[in-house]
């Protein structure tokens, strides 16, 4: 009690205290002392708040990551999360470019001919050799648009952030020149105290030249990241869209050569690696050529800087004449390493195939020829550089510092030339006799003098030297900038279908610049009226006609069964309505749309995604799409049971499992995983081109009558005559003289019983002849028994045996099958004693 009193009453005399304390306060100093207090209590409110909401979105991140999916925003942004090193997750937000900036950005890369040999004002030819001219220009220019869309954006602002550090950087380095001279004139006068503040001054300057320095580089990291996720998600979204980019790309387009992955990945990060790099290069050292100069011909006057000027241009004229073309070299190097890179993508996609054929050494001579062609580039241009960086480093460093002790030798031996310095001599020079103070001064102040000019001189041959040397990096960076703009060029072409006219005398009949059929979307069913089935050649040669004027119509449960020989276009039906291969004539009618409630393609080889067990039943879909057309994990493995793979859960751990599923799944699994997604998105129309080559029988049967019972009209692409009970139509192609010809008619209809009659006639009349066949077959056996013995005489079948073999047995055989009678002919039988041969 005793304590619980004495405890009572320190805090009760504590209390007064406070507030007799408060009461002397002024009023003013209370109100500010509460403002603090409720901000405090705010503030650490609002952090705590921040971070539950940081918690929250980092296992919501995780979630998502772990189960490969996203969020679909309002305005048609997607927010995916990505894995962090520091806080796990971090989300990243997609938001796509819109129509009206591709139609805008066209002009600047398809200038496509207005006449023969004619293009867009201000756009290159297409065979514009990469350099320093207006070409480059242009194109970097049209890049730039993409990288800056707005002056409010991230990279202007990253840009404005920059340019105020290389300016910060050219200042402190003029005071880093002062200091330098006040310093060594310190020590020669043996000033200990202004020496000491002097070096106290320098360490204090050092430190935030430090910081700027650094900043610098970040800064310029900063920008080129920028520069290449404005891009790439710009490439990104004319690369993948409902135009199919990717695909004509490669397959009719040879704007990029063999594939656009050494662009993305390589070419474009060099080139934003330069673009970012050559502000830097080119800004700073040209800041410092204003500022020093302007410093210099203070000191130096105009003669010194006019000399100054004079070894410049005549540095830049020598460099320029005897620089090699760094554009061009850099250009065709990236391209040999992209065929490199391509030759190992081949290897690795088709290591199965190759394997089988035992092709290593085949492959391995491909291999050597590509990095000998490689090799052999780079050691020229190695050679090149060599000789220029030679001559480079003669003018730059040695030459620029013997004439930069002329020039600030000036203001001492030659002041009536020199400018404030030159001043500063005569006028002591006019002073009379000089005392050994005097001298001293005069002496001091020349060391000073001297040791800022040099200093300054020593900037501004840094300067002039990045900037002789910035000429190779814009060479360089003319060659990337001409790889990126061709790349997006060309996939602006393949978007608008935009091919120029060839400027052949005799254009091609099918050609890219001359497509005249038209796609007709919102029909109920799959309509082709004198459509003719090509094969497009890369632009610009023209394509080669498969089948003839194709027309077939296919309403909702009329399946349709697709067949004939190899090479007779079966596949390419399918490619012609899906969109990969141009309509050059007539009329293509299909349903509004892809996917649910339109068509679907199901293509022979079955494509499995990167993600989880679920996206490979859902694909194209992702799991916010399933969500939203209110589809469950429980429909899926209905569907999964429906096609005989309801094990796949759980042997596989689940439906958020991540696996390489190409070498998880069989053949078989993999096509009934085609047949899954089909069940799954249920279209009212699907293409299958040979979707059940892998499956037994049974399951075959099992898969189609699951399609038609969900209402799926089927078009199958197959050479199994036994899929036939399947469908209601069937489409022959490979038909006529030259195999363009087609038929399509009712299975079960009068013309196909008639051709299956005639078949069953003929065979009939084949089995008839199959008694005196083998009636034959002993009689040439029987023949044989007997073989011509020296002396001519017939010897026994066991005289025999030493010498028969297999091709005593085959080829006479062969020729009396050939020539064997039919039932009523005479036969004429040969003497064997009166044979002059065997």
Known sequence: MAAQSTLRTRLSKLLAGYLSLLAKTPRSKRLIAAAVLCAAIVAGYDRRRRWRQQEDEQKRGRDLVRRNSGILGKDGSYIIYVPHPRYGTTKVVIRPTKKTTFDAHRRLFLGGPRGRGQHAAGTPPPNTKPGLNLAFLHQFLSLLSIALPRLDSRGTLLLMLHTFALVSRTYLSLIIARLDGSIVRDLVA???????????????VGAVASYTNAGIKYLQSKISIEFRTRLTRYIHDLYLNDRLGYYKLTNLDGGVGTGADQFITTDLTRFCDEAAAIYSSLGKPFLDLVVFNWQLMQSLGLAGVTGLLSNYFLTAYILKKYS??????AAVQAKKEGEFRALHSRLITNAEEIAFYGGSEMEGVYLHRGFGELKTWMENIYSMKIRYNMLEDFILKYSWSAFGFVITSLPVFMPAWAGLGGLLELAANKDGAPSADTDRRRGEDRMKGFITNKRLMLSLADAGGRMMY????????????????????????????????????????YSLSDVQGTIHRGFDGVRLEGVPIVAPGLYPRGGEEIVEDLSVTVKE??????????????????????????????????????????????????????GTLRDQVIYPHTEMEMRTSTKNDAELQRVLEAVRLGYLRDREGG???????????????????????????????????????????DVEGLLYETAKQRGITLITISTRAQLKKYHTYQLRLGMGEYGSGWEFDRIGAERERMSIEKEIKDLEEKLAKVEQMEARRVEIERELKNVLVEGGDLGPADNAQEIEGPEVEVVPVLEEEMYAPSAGDEVAVIDSESSTGP
């Open 324 to 329: 090699p073309p760094f554009g061009k070299l």
């Open 190 to 204: 043996g000033n200990g105290k202004a020496f000491s503040l002097g070096i106290l001054k320098w360490l204090g």
């Open 557 to 610: 449960g009329e399946h349709l069964l697709v067949i004939g020989p190899n090479g007779s276009g079966k596949s390419s039906v399918a490619r012609v309505v899906a969109g990969l291969w141009p309509v050059f004539r007539g009329l293509v009618s299909l349903p509004r749309n892809r996917g649910q409630d339109g068509i679907m393609f199901l293509p022979q080889r079955t494509y499995l995604s990167m």
């Open 655 to 697: 439906w958020d499992t991540q696996k390489d599923w190409s070498n998880v799944l069989s053949g078989g699994e993999r096509q009934r995983m085609a047949f899954a997604r089909l069940l799954y998105h249920e279209p009212k129309y699907a293409f299958v081109d040979e979707g059940t080559s892998a499956v037994s029988s």
């Open 470 to 509: 910035s000429f190779k990096d814009l060479s360089e960076l003319a060659g990337y900038t001409s790889r990126v703009y061709t790349l997006i060029s060309t996939l602006h072409r393949v978007h608008s279908n935009a091919y120029p006219a060839s400027s052949r005398t005799q254009p091609e009949l």
